[in-house]
């Protein structure tokens, strides 16, 4: 079951963007870059001694520059957490989005759409 749920998660088609991305829990704060993004999360490259801070289900704010120039600031939980690829520039983390403030997600919907078409 729980592998069906997974399966149809990853059913959102998913934009391969490289963007800045920069990601805070509580007062600390990385730099990475999106591997790609979709309308209900997004997976942030780190190097391999950043992505060791990180663990499922912990809360982390989003700062994302759009290719645009606009700035998302959403917020969301650590879905998962690569580090097993032989390729350090693999490693990274998967965000499941849970919100921002409304002109944030417009602005992130918004993108999201655009690249679609």
Known sequence: MEALKLLEKRKKRRIYEQLFVQVFLGENSW???????SANGLFIRFSDEITRIFLPDQRIDIRLILSNGD??????????????DPQPIRHGI??????????HQAKYTAFIRERLR
């Open 31 to 37: 730099r990475g870059n999106t591997k790609n993004v």
């Open 94 to 103: 998967g965000v499941e989005i849970l919100g921002g403030e409304a002109i």
């Open 71 to 84: 700035t998302c600031r959403l917020f969301g939980r650590v879905a998962r957490v690569v580090l097993d």
